[in-house]
DNA sequence: GAGCACTGC
């Protein structure tokens, strides 16, 4: 066992601004609702933003585009939007939309402001989200994702009816964000062109533009207002990227943190973390501790640790309640974390990143940051996706420390040395410089942004980064060979709102006449997994999996759960029950076969949306019926560029890249010798491994993909 | 015989 971690401290800076649950009470009492007014004037007016409405209208008024660095509590996700509608940005019927990087956020704030209106959600202030839109004709001030504004933009690419587009939590540079700021930037551009025009002010033409005026052409649109909102400090990287437009900043309201750093090198980094929390419950007053974990094995073993040391105290002593919480785990049992620990108990909720900004924990005084994260890493030459454990960067190691100053002072552990600190990255890299681009590139090219290698992207994702997905799109036939968006392929998968892949495959499935069953399958793929695995039961979970197992492989095993899961709802349908009766059949349902219900809902969602979609491209639903022969074909014409063939070792050689790759041991072919696979997901951890795989025959390779397979042999 | 941070359309 190491030394007691000892820690020296050092001023902390504020953390950025995060939405937090509300707690949603609704009045019922007539009185209490009028308190209730009340203590809503008295909140909205002691926000740090209240004493610079006029100011900060003003400056919108007379900047095209501002930039508002704000701080922790301020109040600008709230308020902003407000004081521009009262200041007359919504005359002619014109919206304010603001964007939100995670959909809890636009729908908790828009309730908020709602409330805070007087008016029912939905009318004035109003969400949109994918599969949940409470907006109206009425709706003046929308909330949504970044990346549903991203998809309004394929329907009007000037955005026409918005007078204002704040962007808010700009700062976590998500790929949604940075395309859109890359995409209004143009819109910005092309509607103040396009208002010159129309006053009669000639507008240098600009040829880039071409596509986006002429779909606008004879339609009466004024300049747009862009506001980019950011919680860091940086704000001049957005003000450099819009021009050098100005920056105005808000005061937060945040208690102090202290900050502790360790004097010496933490070697193990789990049992620093679990000395520590020892530390705080034997030493430290009265409050909860949050510890930020990389993933569930850590949070297992470290919670198993911290059980056997409480062991040893004495029966007499404060007790420790131990909540985990990441993002796999049920939500019942996420919910734990929120409760408040039993009385004379101390709560410690071992979180994973999901508690930085995801989520905010009531209660929390200690925050443990060990300075490690969990990352994506992709590299573009491979097509190769890795979670790796790096450290985490300055801006997010203050917004972990800022955790422990929601409701009061608080203190932050920092299990490194202060010298480390200061040698972390600024900010953690932008998401669309380790991720695939191909859906982005897609999206850009269905916008008429032709030159994607020359979009003036905020920070450029690598040249081969961009040319391997221009070359993915034009194999899959989304673009031809001299990189334009294909008739009627590309602009049919563009609609989509999936993986480019899978889009592919259901124009692919409806020549096969196997719709139906592609559907079911890429929605099933489209979401978290689908099997719930817990580690003390996992022989139960495996019997139970067997029931759904096709020996063809894993596309129809989930085409089996899917229809095992509906043919379950129809039988409480036909019992007449009612939704809510419904859900809570599914649910047990899923409970007793071990599946993820929340995985299994959102697939539902996912299939009832891509349906509609497809339905109105012309598709057929047709079905292969028990043709699996056919549906196995159909895989293969389909995920072509993901296939596999066995070598004399056992492992697999993935024919596109060449690379080794071995069976995951989760796919129901495991235990079987297929000489040949296509399969959907390509990961690094211990060794390459090749998930989620259907059996196929070689032969069908050439046969069904000449293009790509005729010159092998 | 592995193990997966977090979002989003």
């Given amino acids: 066992m190491p030394a007691v971690a000892s820690f020296r401290a050092r001023a902390s800076a504020?953390?950025?601004?995060?939405?937090?649950?509300?707690?949603?009470?609704?009045?019922?009492?007539?009185?209490?609702?009028?308190?209730?007014?009340?203590?809503?004037?008295?909140?909205?007016?002691?926000?740090?933003?209240?004493?610079?409405?006029?100011?900060?209208?003003?400056e919108v008024r007379k900047n095209d585009t501002l930039i508002v660095v704000g701080e922790t509590g301020s109040g600008k996700t709230t308020q902003l939007p407000q004081f521009l509608y009262d200041g007359g940005f919504c005359q002619d019927g014109k919206v304010i939309g603001i964007t939100q990087p995670r959909r809890v956020a636009a729908v908790t704030v828009a309730k908020r402001v709602a409330e805070e209106c007087n008016d029912q959600l939905g009318r004035k202030v109003g969400y949109s989200i994918r599969f949940d839109d409470s907006t109206s004709n009425a709706t003046r001030i929308k909330y949504m994702t970044d990346g549903l504004l991203l998809r309004e933009a394929l329907l009007d690419p000037l955005l026409s009816k918005y007078s204002v587009i704040v962007v808010d939590e700009a700062h976590e540079r998500t790929v949604h964000t940075d395309v859109l700021l890359g995409l209004l930037k143009k819109v910005q551009h092309s509607r103040c062109l396009h208002a010159n025009k129309n006053g009669k002010i000639s507008g240098r033409p600009d040829h880039s533009q071409s596509s986006t005026l002429k779909a606008c052409q004879g339609i009466k649109i004024a300049p747009l207002k862009l506001i980019i909102m950011s919680a860091s400090l940086d704000a001049k990287c957005f003000s450099d990227?819009?021009?050098?437009?100005?920056?105005?900043?808000?005061?937060?309201?945040?208690?102090?943190?202290?900050?502790l750093y360790t004097y010496q090198p933490e070697s193990d980094y789990l049992d620093a973390t679990l000395v520590t929390i020892f530390q705080i419950h034997l030493e430290e007053g009265p409050g909860d501790i949050l510890a930020f974990l990389t993933g569930q094995e850590e949070i297992e073993s470290l919670e198993r640790l911290i059980q056997e040391r409480a062991r040893q105290f004495p029966a007499d002593s404060s007790k420790i309640w131990i909540t985990p919480i990441y993002s796999s785990l049920p939500s019942e049992q996420q919910m734990n974390a929120f409760k408040p620990a039993p009385s004379g108990a101390r709560k410690v909720v071992l979180?994973?990143?999901?508690?930085?900004?995801?989520?905010?924990?009531?209660?929390?005084?200690?925050?443990?940051?060990?300075?490690?994260?969990?990352?994506?890493?992709?590299?573009?030459?491979?097509?190769?996706?890795?979670?790796?454990?790096?450290p985490v960067s300055k801006a997010q190691a203050l917004q972990r420390s800022g955790r422990a100053g929601r409701e009061g002072p608080g203190k932050c552990f920092r299990l490194f040395q202060e010298c480390e600190f200061d040698k972390l990255a600024e900010s953690t890299i932008p998401e669309i410089k380790r991720c695939n681009l191909?859906?982005?590139?897609?999206?850009?090219?269905a916008l008429g942004i032709d030159d994607i290698i020359g979009f003036d992207f905020m920070e450029k994702p690598s040249r081969t980064s961009i040319l391997k997905s221009l070359e993915q799109l034009i194999l899959l036939g989304a673009l031809t060979d001299d990189y334009k968006l294909s008739d009627p392929v590309g602009k049919q998968m563009a609609r989509l709102p999936l993986d480019p892949m899978y889009s592919k495959a259901l124009i692919v499935s409806n020549e096969f006449k196997c719709l139906e069953e592609m559907l079911i399958v890429v929605s099933m793929l489209s979401v978290e997994s689908i099997f719930f695995t817990p580690r003390e039961k996992l022989e139960e979970a495996r019997a139970a999996r067997k029931s759904f197992e096709s020996s063809e492989g894993d596309h129809i095993t989930l085409v089996n759960v899917y229809r095992a899961a509906a043919e379950c709802l129809e039988k409480s349908k036909n019992a007449n029950a009612k939704e809510k009766t419904m859900e809570k059949a599914l649910n047990r349902w899923c409970f007793e076969n071990f599946i993820n219900y929340r995985s299994l809902r959102h697939a539902r969602d996912v299939h009832s949306q891509i349906q509609g979609h497809v339905q109105q491209m012309g598709l057929n639903l047709s079905s292969c019926g028990d043709d699996m022969v056919q549906f196995r074909r159909c895989l293969t014409a389909a995920f072509f560029l993901n296939a596999?063939?066995?070598q004399p070792d056992g492992s697999f050689r993935a024919l596109a890249t060449g690379q080794s790759v071995q069976m995951h041991p989760s796919s129901v072919l495991f235990r079987t010798k297929p000489d040949c696979v296509v399969f959907n997901e390509l990961v690094r951890t211990t060794q390459n491994y090749v998930k989620n795989l259907t059996r196929i025959d070689p032969l069908w390779l050439a046969e069904l993909a000449p293009q790509y397979y005729a010159t092998e042999d």
């Fill in 14 to 58: 504020p953390a950025p601004e995060m939405p937090s649950f509300s707690s949603g009470a609704s009045p019922q009492k007539q009185q209490h609702n009028a308190r209730r007014k009340q203590l809503i004037r008295q909140q909205r007016k002691s926000l740090p933003i209240a004493s610079v409405e006029k100011r900060l209208v003003d």
């Fill in 241 to 259: 990227y819009f021009g050098g437009a100005k920056a105005v900043h808000i005061q937060g309201r945040q208690y102090p943190v202290d900050t």
């Fill in 351 to 390: 979180a994973t990143n999901i508690a930085e900004t995801s989520v905010t924990i009531p209660g929390i005084k200690y925050v443990i940051d060990p300075g490690m994260v969990k990352a994506r890493a992709y590299n573009p030459v491979t097509g190769m996706e890795s979670l790796i454990i790096i």
């Fill in 438 to 445: 191909a859906n982005v590139v897609l999206q850009l090219k």
């Fill in 644 to 646: 596999a063939m066995r």
